[in-house]
């Protein structure tokens, strides 16, 4: 009986080969298809738009900004000039933070395609993941867990600009408000010192009445005001990026560990990535 176990184990495997050799198009990419994971393929897609959005519009958004303030709140260059360096620092930033984000995409991507054929071949107890990988899934977790923590941050230090430059846009549109009834408009003012963005002994450092009209129909402006709300959305867009990709790592990793203990499902899990 013992010499006919490897003859029946040969055998089995070779029926096995030939009906994956049987197989259609159709079956193929049907499990094609099923290794795919599909939240991190979302995520990714959704990260990279985000990123693309708040790095590219950011940029011409501070450009900009710098422009308006030169040519109307601080007309002399020593009372900007560290505004300047930190604008130029956050585009720096703003470089870095793209390269970063396209890069560790395309890692959380190749792990989740390694997670999820991982979890499915430990369904079917195909083979066994190394503690290795299981670190590594686990570290992946931890960065981006980090990673959605800073990106709050930035979303929430992006929508400054929002709120400023809406307040400037508002102030404009009630002047020129056919309802309104304003005597005196140069009494109507924007000062940007108190916003802390120039000390407060720039010149002319705030804009009045018509002159603050006229601030609010430049292009520097109007582009400028659209852009951050866009930067801000794809700083949003980020965000829910790296929670989805914390959840779905999160998930193959409970899955993964509870496998290795040697436990074993009875029911067929419906995986989602």
Known sequence: MDGTKPVMESTTEENQEEREESKGCFECCIKC???????????????FSGVALFCG?????????????????????????????VIQT????????????????IILLAEGFYT????????????????????????FV???????????????????????FYNMWTTCAAMKSPMANITDPDTICVDVRQYGIIPWNATPGKACGSTLGDICSTSEFYLSFHLYIVACAGAGATLIALLIYMMATTYNYAVLKFMSHGNRCSTKFSEPY
């Open 33 to 47: 298809l099923g290794g795919v994971p599909y939240a991190s393929l979302v995520a990714t897609i959704l990260c």
């Open 142 to 164: 931890f960065l981006t867990y980090i990673l959605g923590l800073a990106f709050l941050g930035i979303f929430g230090f992006s929508a400054i600009p929002v709120f400023l």
């Open 57 to 85: 519009c950011g940029h011409v958004a501070l450009t900009g900004t710098l422009t308006m303030l030169e040519n109307h709140f601080s007309q002399i260059t020593t009372d900007h000039a560290t505004l300047t360096i």
């Open 90 to 105: 956050m585009q720096y930033v703003i470089y870095g933070i793209a390269s970063f984000f396209f890069v560790y995409g």
């Open 116 to 139: 999820t054929s991982a979890v499915k071949k430990e369904l079917q107890s195909q083979f066994k993941t190394t503690v290795c990988g299981r670190c590594i899934t686990a570290t």
